[in-house]
C-alpha cells in the first residue's frame, strides 16, 4: 500500500510518496536526502527508521495525518530537534493552541495524531535519525482494555491521548529498536517476532513515561548522546558489513573511547557484546548466503568473514541449530 504524504517544506508544497512495506520514497533530491525502511506487524503497527538530512535549514511540515487517527510513538536517536503540532481540525480551526515539544537526543514521545497538521525545524547538512511506530487510536485502546479496568483505561487515555508526553529512551529500548531493525533473520516467523517486540516496545515506553524515570536514566544509566551516536552508526554498519574487521581494538580508537566503554556502552544500547553482536550478523549473512544464492559452506564462510571452518561450523550450529553443510543440502 503507497502512502502519499503532503508537505510543505520551506513554504513550497511537496508530495512525499511512501511505500509502507518496502521502505520506498521519492523526494526531491535539490531539497536534500531522504531514506525511510518500514516494517509492519500484521495490519496494526507500523515500525519506520528515517534518515534525513536537508540542504538548507528549513521547515518542513506535515499537513495532515491522511485522515488517520493514530498513535504514533517516535524515538529521536541522533541530533535535539523543535517539533509543533497545530492540531488543525476540518474547517482550518484550531482545537487547541499550538504545542511545541523540544525534543533531545535519546528521548522518545507518545502523540495521538488525530489528522493534525504537524511539522519540525531541521538545521542544513545535519544529519537526523528517528525510529517511529504508529498504530490506530483504536488499536491502542484495544490493547490498554486487555490488561486495564475502564477507570485505568480512561486515566491512561487522559495521559497518553490528550498531549504530547515524552521519556529517555533506556537501554531496553535501544535493545528492542536494534532487534526489529534484524527481524528479517526469524525468516517465516519474522511477523510473530515483529508482533511481540513492537508490543513489548509499546509498553516500555508507556511505563517510562508513567514512572517518569527521564531524569534517572539519562543521568545513571545511558552514554552521552555522542557516544550514542557513534555506537549506532557502528551497529548500522555492522548490520550492512558484517564481514569487515570489526576488532575492538581498532573501533574504540576510531570512535574515540576506550576498549573498555565502547564494550559497556555496545551491551547497555543493545544487551549483548560487540563480539557476539557482529558474529550473529556473520553468521545471519553466511545463511543468507548459502540460501539464497548457492554458496558453498566454505565460500560463505570466507566471504562472512570467518577463516576457521571449524570455528565457523561449531558457531553456525550453535546460532541456527543445524550444521551449515546440512543447511546447505536442505537448500538442494
Given at each position: 500500500?503507497?502512502?502519499?504524504?503532503?508537505?510543505?517544506?520551506?513554504?513550497?508544497?511537496?508530495?512525499?510518496?511512501?511505500?509502507?512495506?518496502e521502505?520506498?520514497?521519492?523526494?526531491?533530491?535539490?531539497?536534500?536526502?531522504?531514506?525511510?525502511?518500514?516494517?509492519?506487524?500484521?495490519?496494526?503497527?507500523?515500525?519506520?527508521?528515517?534518515?534525513?538530512?536537508f540542504?538548507?535549514?528549513?521547515?518542513?511540515?506535515?499537513?495532515?495525518n491522511?485522515g488517520?487517527?493514530?498513535?504514533?510513538?517516535?524515538?529521536?536517536?541522533?541530533?535535539?530537534?523543535?517539533?509543533?503540532?497545530?492540531?488543525?481540525?476540518?474547517?482550518?480551526?484550531?482545537?487547541?493552541?499550538?504545542?511545541?515539544?523540544?525534543?533531545?537526543s535519546?528521548?522518545?514521545?507518545?502523540?495521538?495524531?488525530?489528522?493534525?497538521?504537524?511539522?519540525?525545524?531541521?538545521?542544513?547538512?545535519?544529519?537526523?535519525?528517528?525510529?517511529?511506530?504508529?498504530?490506530?487510536?483504536?488499536?491502542?485502546?484495544?490493547?490498554?482494555?486487555?490488561?486495564?479496568?475502564?477507570?485505568?483505561?480512561?486515566?491512561?487515555?487522559?495521559?497518553?491521548?490528550?498531549?504530547?508526553?515524552?521519556?529517555?529512551?533506556?537501554?531496553?529500548?535501544?535493545?528492542?529498536?536494534?532487534?526489529?531493525?534484524?527481524?528479517?533473520?526469524?525468516?517465516?516467523?519474522?511477523?510473530?517476532?515483529?508482533?511481540?517486540?513492537?508490543?513489548?516496545?509499546?509498553?516500555?515506553?508507556?511505563?517510562?513515561?508513567?514512572y517518569?524515570?527521564?531524569?534517572?536514566?539519562?543521568?545513571?544509566s545511558?552514554?552521552?548522546?555522542?557516544?550514542?551516536?557513534?555506537?549506532?552508526?557502528?551497529?548500522?554498519?555492522?548490520?550492512?558489513?558484517?564481514?569487515?574487521?570489526?576488532d575492538?581494538?581498532?573501533?574504540?580508537?576510531?570512535?574515540?573511547?576506550?576498549?573498555?566503554?565502547?564494550?559497556?556502552?555496545?551491551?547497555?544500547?543493545?544487551?549483548?557484546?560487540?563480539?557476539?553482536?557482529?558474529?550473529?550478523?556473520?553468521?545471519?549473512?553466511?545463511?543468507?548466503?548459502?540460501?539464497?544464492?548457492?554458496?558453498?559452506?566454505?565460500?560463505?564462510?570466507v566471504?562472512?568473514?570467518?577463516?576457521?571452518?571449524?570455528?565457523?561450523?561449531?558457531?553456525?550450529?550453535?546460532?541456527?541449530?543445524?550444521?551449515?553443510?546440512?543447511?546447505?543440502?536442505?537448500?538442494?
Amino acid at each position: 500500500m503507497n502512502v502519499n504524504k503532503k508537505i510543505i517544506l520551506g513554504g513550497k508544497e511537496v508530495s512525499l510518496r511512501i511505500d509502507d512495506i518496502e521502505g520506498k520514497n521519492t523526494f526531491p533530491e535539490f531539497l536534500g536526502s531522504i531514506n525511510i525502511d518500514s516494517k509492519k506487524e500484521r495490519e496494526n503497527i507500523l515500525y519506520r527508521s528515517w534518515n534525513i538530512q536537508f540542504s538548507k535549514s528549513i521547515d518542513a511540515e506535515e499537513v495532515d495525518n491522511c485522515g488517520n487517527d493514530e498513535v504514533q510513538i517516535m524515538f529521536n536517536i541522533n541530533q535535539d530537534i523543535s517539533w509543533y503540532v497545530h492540531n488543525k481540525q476540518k474547517g482550518n480551526e484550531l482545537a487547541r493552541p499550538v504545542e511545541e515539544i523540544k525534543m533531545s537526543s535519546g528521548e522518545v514521545c507518545v502523540f495521538r495524531n488525530n489528522d493534525y497538521h504537524t511539522g519540525m525545524n531541521y538545521s542544513a547538512n545535519t544529519n537526523f535519525k528517528f525510529k517511529s511506530m504508529q498504530m490506530p487510536t483504536s488499536f491502542f485502546r484495544q490493547l490498554l482494555s486487555k490488561y486495564f479496568s475502564d477507570k485505568d483505561i480512561h486515566e491512561l487515555e487522559s495521559q497518553f491521548l490528550t498531549h504530547v508526553t515524552k521519556t529517555a529512551i533506556t537501554g531496553e529500548m535501544y535493545r528492542i529498536l536494534s532487534e526489529i531493525d534484524t527481524s528479517e533473520r526469524f525468516k517465516e516467523y519474522e511477523g510473530v517476532y515483529l508482533e511481540g517486540k513492537m508490543i513489548e516496545l509499546t509498553a516500555l515506553v508507556l511505563y517510562g513515561i508513567a514512572y517518569n524515570k527521564t531524569e534517572k536514566i539519562k543521568r545513571k544509566s545511558l552514554p552521552n548522546k555522542n557516544d550514542i551516536e557513534r555506537i549506532e552508526a557502528l551497529r548500522e554498519n555492522i548490520q550492512r558489513k558484517p564481514s569487515q574487521d570489526y576488532d575492538a581494538e581498532s573501533v574504540a580508537q576510531e570512535l574515540g573511547m576506550s576498549i573498555s566503554k565502547l564494550n559497556r556502552n555496545f551491551r547497555t544500547l543493545y544487551g549483548t557484546s560487540l563480539h557476539a553482536y557482529v558474529q550473529e550478523k556473520r553468521l545471519e549473512y553466511a545463511a543468507h548466503l548459502i540460501k539464497e544464492h548457492n554458496f558453498s559452506v566454505s565460500e560463505a564462510a570466507v566471504k562472512s568473514g570467518y577463516n576457521n571452518m571449524s570455528h565457523f561450523a561449531v558457531a553456525f550450529s550453535k546460532q541456527f541449530g543445524i550444521l551449515p553443510k546440512d543447511f546447505s543440502k536442505q537448500q538442494d
